[in-house]
């Protein structure tokens, strides 16, 4: 059997890694050489990790698992082929999806020419812009957000934060939003909430409650859908590739940012976590197949009503937020049990 996996991000690498001793042959297609871990992508605007700490190389893992490595972006599929940008076909028996997702700019004018942290190339280009600036604008207080802005802040830059809703990091109850809006007054953040940004200019932003002056603004409002998932003639929602409870979506399999997936009347989460146990999820499920066994339901373990998540709050914090139960302390020690669990994770890809 051949296996295509398109995407070598958190989810196609760590499928790769839980498929490559079963009894197929896979092909991993993907333009970048590394996988980032998006989780540090913040610490290293402050220059707490460089590059090769948050990064694994794909070619190097490929190579020591037997795994075929095409380094470059799909295009298509057509009739059991893969067809990439430069007009490789890759054949496949089945296909696994973990395309990721883009930033998303609603259409706003203006966004997207601001600076984001969604990729390595972007965050490094962000952090380069910030030897210019004084005052940073981030919009969106989502987890990504906060944690830009705390970083921004121990910099000793002046930051503004800005977010639509009503409070900050909204998804998570107002228990969590309190406390960390406490930390980022605390540290000097001016936070602006109920604040729609309707146009970026080149000194600021433009909301409902009026001009927010800035040097340069970070964008962390949100993701959508691949221009790659937009193509594809599969089940979807909202442009996401919606799939089964086997997380199947049609003829093929999709996991991570790209996936909707929506089980037992509960949502899961765009998170690391999701993305790492769908990977071994499809992994054994594809190992069933081969033995002639019935697929096995998923079980969503963070889902949009009860969150798992480690937040970081600069200054080597960060707080657990675990199903509806926070744990607020030692926040210096949850730090470092999030560092190690990242550390670890990067070392399985060496």
């Not at 800005?162 to 309190?178: A, G, H, Q, W």
């Not at 930390?183 to 970026?200: H, N, P």
């Not at 001009?211 to 964008?219: A, P, R, T, Y």
Request: glycine content about 8%; charged content about 30%; aromatic content about 8%.
């Amino acid at each position: 059997m051949n296996v295509a996996v398109i995407g070598g991000g958190m989810a196609g690498m760590e499928f790769v890694r839980h498929a490559y001793k079963l009894p197929v042959e896979i092909t991993l297609i993907e333009p970048k050489p590394v996988m980032v871990c998006q989780a540090l992508l913040p610490e290293l605007l402050s220059g707490k990790v460089d590059e090769d700490s948050l990064c694994a190389d794909i070619g190097e893992f490929c190579c020591k698992t037997g795994v075929e490595f095409v380094r470059d972006r799909a295009k298509c599929i057509e009739n059991g082929l893969v067809i990439t940008e430069k007009g490789k076909q890759v054949e496949y028996d089945l296909v696994v999806l973990a395309v990721g997702a883009e930033t998303n700019y609603y259409g706003i004018e203006g966004a997207e020419r601001t600076h984001n942290v969604n990729t390595l190339e972007a965050t490094l280009k962000t952090k380069k812009a910030l030897n210019k600036a004084e005052d940073v604008i981030v919009v969106g207080s989502g987890i990504t957000g906060v944690e830009v802005a705390l970083e921004l802040a121990e910099m000793g830059f002046n930051v503004r934060l800005v977010e639509c809703m009503d409070r900050i990091l909204p998804t998570f109850s107002p228990k969590v939003s309190n406390f960390v809006y406490n930390i980022m007054k605390k540290e000097g953040i001016d936070v602006r909430t109920s604040s729609a940004v309707f146009k970026v200019e080149k000194d600021g932003v433009v909301t409902n409650r009026g001009k927010i002056f800035g040097d340069m603004v970070i964008w962390c409002a949100g993701l959508k859908p691949s221009k790659f998932v937009e193509y594809l003639d599969i089940p979807k929602e909202k442009g996401w590739i919606k799939v089964d409870e086997f997380l199947r979506a049609g003829r093929a399999f999709a996991i991570g940012d790209c996936a909707f997936v929506k089980i037992d009347e509960k949502i899961a989460t765009k998170t690391a976590l999701e993305a790492e146990m769908q990977a071994k999820h499809v992994a054994e499920n594809i190992k069933r197949f081969l033995k002639g066994e019935r697929l096995a339901r998923y079980r969503i373990r963070s889902s949009i009503d009860k969150p798992i998540a480690m937040i970081m709050l600069a200054k080597n914090r960060a707080i657990l937020v675990y199903k509806g139960v926070t744990v607020f302390r030692p926040m210096r020690l949850i730090y470092k049990i999030k560092k190690l669990a990242i550390e670890r994770f990067l070392r399985s890809f060496i």
